[in-house]
Structure formats: structure tokens, C-alpha cells
């Protein structure tokens, strides 16, 4: 493959599993394009045209070239300047890496991380929020959160992906959507009943049973674990998590229970006050899980995937290969 297409299945399997559907996304999509036309001619200069295919702020190729061909891939939760040089590292072992991959954004991905966000008003709407709340409610945490990523120092893993001529990219909220898809019709199959039942559940899949076997699997935060569940909510996409005034909205929409990735403390709060279920099932590990639903497309392509950086590569693919 080349990088470039690595790139656009990447994206394509993000609005694939978009909680808005593939209308909705082609929606944002038009809206964008529509903004680019008004634009002056010095504003366009700034434009990223990368918004005008793919809606995901925080997926990008941080560097490289895309017609360049792509074998092995280090593929990582979160890459920095160390798995930059650890790629470099195993080249000069005679263990090629033509690509990097992080899941976490990094460089101009990660600086617009806060464009995504305005997923969760769709996520909210879907589950019984009215939509002017939603947005009225995601407005304040969005500026929030882009003035949170303002001071930060974005492009250091770029940086030294540039001089050592390394490709590098990031796949965030393709992958987060994926997870959340996948782990959303698990539960609406499987229809458990309680807490303990959801955690059972999530750990019958073999990348939330190595993280219980290292001490951070699904963990009930909020709840008992024989308490009925309710109305399961799935909230692992949107950039990262949305501001506590949603669990309210949530509870009285009739959600009982929400399996997150992970949630802070005034969140876990706030959901102990609206009588709000909550499973953690892990960060890391369900970054793991959306990751690998995109890894297994390159290696069914025949790309080789070397993980790192607590990624826990669970292959489908290769089982999918071993039965035929």
C-alpha cells in the first residue's frame, strides 16, 4: 500500500462507523466546502484542505509522502519523540519501518483536536437530547478545551519524523469511532443485564482480557455490579470526553448505564448524583480495540504491524485468514 491510501482507508472506515451516519458526515463535509468559498484569498492560505474529505480534525499525515510505499508498520497509542527514534532504531537492525503510526494526535492533529468534538452534539441528539442543548452544552467545553491545547508543543514527534525521514501519521477519532461502534452492537447482541454482566462481556474479548490480567481492565466506577443496566450508552468518540452537565441530559433521556473509556473524578461524581451507572473499560485498551479493527484492513493488504507504545494488538484478520 501507499501511504496515501493507508490514509484515506483510515478515514473512510472513521465515516464507515460514524456515529452520525455516512448522510450526516456528508453534511459537515458540504458545510466545509461551503465555508472555502467564502473564504478570501489570503484566509485560504491557512486553510487545511484536508477538512474539505475528511471530517476528522485530529487524523492527518503528520509527514511524509503520500505515494510512498508502505510494507511494515509501527503502530503505537501514543508516539513521540522516543518511538520516533525507536522506528529508526529497528531500520538500522534491519527491521525496516516504512510508517509510523500513533493513535493519539500529534503536530496539527493534535492542535485542532478540539473541531471534533462537535461529534458528541450528534451522539447527545441520538440519545434522546434535544439538539440546540446538546450544542448549547458542547459549546462552552469546546472552547474549553482548544484553549487547553494552545500552550502545548505539537510538533515535536513531527519534527524528528522530518529529519529522519520517517512517515508519520495518526488515526484518532476513525479508530475511537470503530471501538465505539463495535462495543455498541456487542452490548445490543448480547443484551446484558447487569453491571457485572457488561464487564463479563467486555472482557471475553482478548484485548480487555490482557489488560485485566494487567491490572487495568473494565472497572465498575459508578454502580453495583448486580444493579440492572438499563439503557447501555457506549461513549468512547468525539475527541475526548464532554463537559458533566451531559450526564444529567443523558439520565433524563433515559440512559442507565454509560461504558466509557475513561471519566474524571467530577464526572464520576456528577454521575453518582444523577443515579448514572458507569464502566470504565479502559482507555489504553479500547484504543487497542479501535486501532486494531483499522490495523487488521492493512494487514489483510499485507502490510505488516509492529505494535508499541501499549498498543495490544489483537490480529482478526490472521483469524479471519487461519479459517479459510
Sequence with gaps: MKLGEVYRLAVQRGIAHDPRGEEGVGKVLAREREKYRELKEDERAEFDPERLENPYSDTRILYGDPEREVRRVLAGIDVEVGEILLAEVLRQRGR??????????????????????????????????????????????????????????????????????????????????????????????????????????????????????????????????????????????????????????????????????????????EAEKQKLNVIIAGHVVSDSLGMNLILDRLEERGVRIIPVSGLVRVSRARKKQGRG
Design 96 to 269: 525496516p519501518v516504512d510508517l509510523v503510526v500513533s493513535h493519539h494526535p500529534e503536530g496539527r492533529a493534535m492542535a485542532n483536536l478540539y473541531d471534533v468534538m462537535h461529534l458528541h452534539e450528534d451522539i447527545l441528539a441520538r440519545a434522546g437530547v434535544p439538539i440546540n442543548v446538546a450544542e448549547g452544552i458542547m459549546a462552552s467545553r469546546i472552547s474549553e478545551v482548544k484553549r487547553g491545547l494552545m500552550p502545548l508543543n505539537h510538533n515535536r514527534a513531527v519534527d524528528a519524523a522530518r529529519l529522519l525521514d520517517l512517515p508519520l501519521m495518526c488515526v484518532h477519532t476513525p479508530a475511537d469511532n470503530m471501538v465505539t461502534r463495535y462495543l455498541q452492537n456487542l452490548v445490543e447482541e448480547r443484551r446484558p443485564e447487569t453491571l457485572q454482566d457488561i464487564v463479563k462481556l467486555l472482557k471475553s474479548l482478548p484485548e480487555y482480557a490482557e489488560a485485566a490480567r494487567l491490572g487495568s481492565g473494565p472497572t465498575i466506577v459508578v454502580g453495583d455490579k448486580e444493579k440492572r443496566a438499563g439503557k447501555i450508552m457506549v461513549d468512547m468518540t468525539g475527541g475526548t470526553e464532554g463537559p458533566q452537565e451531559v450526564l444529567e441530559k443523558l439520565a433524563t433521556a433515559g440512559v442507565g448505564t454509560v461504558v466509557a473509556m475513561h471519566y474524571s473524578e467530577k464526572h464520576r461524581e
